[in-house]
């Protein structure tokens, strides 16, 4: 399911049955935040930073009915939860710096290449799959042929297609990129 689509039933969700639309929510979207909220207010804030946009969500029971990007509006609550965070421990400068080199913008950018990298690879078929998720664990060809029971030439042909496959599946991110 592509991001656009899941949003759009997460948001259906929320506005039918919130208890699951949240579970959804929460399931798709707790780990990135948490990574973008590590990288602004470091590891030892994020997780609480994190928490404290979706117990607002649950205790508020935000209607998501007139919100067109659910990733946006989520992105935007933990960008400006870390900012309040910031505040209060007196590192708001250090952001601000930041923010002002560009440091944030590449780290959100940099997060959803491998959002959707990762998405990507889960759709491979199964052999196309295994090999690129063993290759990106740093295993060589030899290595990984052995584990799935086929030859090198196997592997590196699952690795060829699997990449052609991925190239189709996210070009738009290529153009990002060049």
Not at 75 to 93: A, H
Not at 110 to 129: Q, T
Not at 131 to 146: D, N, V, Y
Request: hydrophobic letters at 40%; one cysteine or more; proline letters at 1%.
């Amino acid at each position: 399911m592509s991001q656009l689509h899941q949003d759009e039933w997460i948001i259906t969700q929320l506005t039918t049955n919130f208890n699951e639309g949240f579970r959804l929510m929460f399931l798709a979207y707790y780990a990135p935040l948490k990574r973008i909220a590590g990288r602004i207010v470091g590891s030892d804030f994020a997780e609480d930073a994190v928490q404290d946009i979706f117990t607002k969500i649950w205790t508020n029971r935000i209607c998501f009915g007139n919100i067109s990007s659910l990733k946006s509006y989520l992105y935007t609550s933990i960008q400006n939860q870390c900012l309040n965070v910031l505040r209060k421990n007196g590192l708001l400068e250090n952001y601000k710096e930041a923010l002002q080199n560009g440091h944030w913008e590449e780290s959100i950018l940099d997060e959803e290449v491998f959002i959707r990298l990762y998405e990507a690879i889960d759709r491979l078929p199964e052999h196309y799959r295994e090999a690129m998720i063993k290759t990106l664990k740093g295993e060589s060809i030899a290595k990984i042929a052995s584990s799935m029971n086929a030859t090198e030439d196997m592997v590196k042909a699952y690795k060829r297609r699997a990449k052609e496959l991925l190239k189709k599946q996210l070009c738009d991110i290529t153009l990002i990129y060049k």
